[in-house]
């Protein structure tokens, strides 16, 4: 069954560095989506992505967030300067249908992103 | 806007006993809904769906109806089993927006042999 993969699992950075995060979402699926599930919180919507711009974003996602598809393939987050409340996972998902009411997402396992 | 609320978590269960974790939701517009399982080490992945009110979306023995008059749509099953273990969440699209699915908190479910 296809599945959208995530790497790193688990990446440990200290404040003010960037990360960049990567997500190869199903080779079909023409929506995009990064989410992100702080501690005991809820899972937040971030960004959608489709035809290769930003299609929408919540207040989450300012200037310190960007999202690029740069080959085809891949689907990346980069976290510039990174705070500590940027500590958090990091879910990428994709869909085929996403301007639909039945809009159903494949997830990545997630990206653990913890700064120091 | 739109917003899911879950019950908190985790919830402990032996083998065998009747699950049942609640949802409500707040939306703009009419709502799909929508239960996600998240298994150890594993992405979130549907687990069932409804598209409109009274239906009642069913997979695994699983099973949640879409009850507009309570803007409620439960999780429940008759038998859970060790491997029922898993964080649960609920989520909603909505016809009054994007079709961005928005999620609950998760609820954490602990089955016990």
């Known amino acids: 069954e296809p599945e959208v993969t995530q790497t790193p699992s688990h990446q440990v950075t200290q404040m003010g560095q960037e990360v960049i995060l990567r997500c190869v979402p199903i080779s079909n699926h023409l929506y995009f989506y990064w989410y992100r599930q702080i501690l005991g919180q809820k899972v937040e919507f971030l960004v959608s992505f489709y035809n290769n711009e930003i299609s929408e974003k919540s207040e989450i996602f300012d200037d310190q967030f960007s999202v690029e598809r740069p080959d085809g393939s891949n689907f990346t987050l980069k976290i510039r300067s990174t705070k500590l409340e940027d500590s958090a996972m990091y879910f990428c998902a994709s869909s085929d249908y996403g301007s639909s009411g039945a809009n159903v997402l494949t997830f990545g396992a997630g990206s653990r992103l913890t700064v120091l | 806007g739109n917003s899911v609320t879950q019950m908190e978590g985790p919830v402990t269960l032996s083998e065998e006993a009747f699950l049942t974790i609640n949802c409500t939701y707040t939306a703009t517009g009419y709502p799909s809904l929508f239960w996600y399982v998240q298994y150890p080490g594993e992405g979130l992945q549907l687990l069932l769906k409804?598209?409109?009110?009274?239906d009642k979306g069913s997979n695994k023995g699983f099973e949640a109806t879409y009850r507009k008059e309570t803007t409620s749509f439960h999780l429940e099953k008759g038998s859970v089993q060790v491997s029922d273990s898993a964080v649960y969440f609920c989520?909603?699209?909505?016809?009054?927006?994007?079709?961005?699915?928005?999620f609950g908190r998760g609820t954490s479910l602990i089955v016990h042999p």
């Open positions: 409804a598209t409109k009110a009274d």
């Open positions: 989520a909603l699209t909505s016809d009054g927006g994007s079709y961005i699915p928005t």
